[in-house]
């Protein structure tokens, strides 16, 4: 029984929907009706801030690498079982059961599941998003560049940099399955120049159109 309580586990720390209680809390409402739809940082800095998105955001990250720790002290002769509850952690995040199974898309809670996983492939992710978001200014371009380079950096780079367990290799094919599912709309966005930017700007719309002014 060890095993599906840790997953399940995984997935109620996942699935705090930290976000949506911060706006509900703090502004009477629900932070997915505007913007993006979705819970996470992003969205909640476009609607209430960036002190209140980097508090979401360090939330989100702890829920992802709590369940990871917390598996590995319970289970740690078992190899894949960070990696498996790391990715539970992280689909709670999308599909929360406690809000309707709508969330958000997953890449703080998988941050913080990578950092405790392969610590050295994270920051060549964190260089990667810097990088990408420097460049295009999109949050979700940074997200999947960060996480297609850790995934690279592990499966290709894993005997040199500390990574080479059967669950640093399992995480790394799954995040980026995941954080590109989980930012089909973005790119469907980016690809029309529709994208959202992380704070709206006076003349954009709620779609992130122009408005268009006489």
Not at 17 to 33: A, K, L, N, Q
Not at 143 to 162: D, K, N
Not at 191 to 204: A, C, M, S, T, Y
Request: hydrophobic fraction near 55%.
């Amino acid at each position: 029984m060890t095993i599906p309580l840790l997953i399940l586990m995984g997935y109620l720390f996942g699935s705090i929907p930290t976000g949506f209680i911060i706006g509900r809390i703090f502004f009477g409402g629900d932070v997915r009706s505007s913007g993006s739809g979705a819970t996470g940082a992003t969205n909640i800095a476009r609607q209430f801030g960036i002190g209140w998105a980097v508090l979401v955001g360090i939330v989100d990250l702890i829920k992802g690498a709590g369940a990871v720790l917390i598996a590995g002290k319970i289970a740690p002769d078992i190899g894949w079982i960070a990696a498996v509850v790391g990715i539970a952690a992280i689909l709670g995040h999308i599909y929360p059961v406690w809000i309707g199974f709508r969330g958000g898309k997953g890449v703080n809670t998988a941050l913080g599941v990578a950092i405790v996983m392969s610590p050295i492939a994270m920051f060549f992710g964190i260089i990667a998003f810097a990088a990408a978001f420097a460049i295009s200014r999109f949050v979700s371009v940074g997200s999947i560049s960060a996480v297609i380079m850790y995934s690279i950096a592990v499966l290709a780079f894993g005997s040199r940099i500390g990574s080479t367990g059967i669950d640093a290799k399992i995480f790394a094919i799954a995040l980026p399955i995941i954080v590109i599912w989980t930012h089909r709309g973005n790119i469907k966005r980016l690809i029309k120049g529709k994208e959202l930017r992380p704070v709206k700007n006076k003349d954009e719309n709620r779609d992130g159109s122009k408005i268009q002014r006489n």
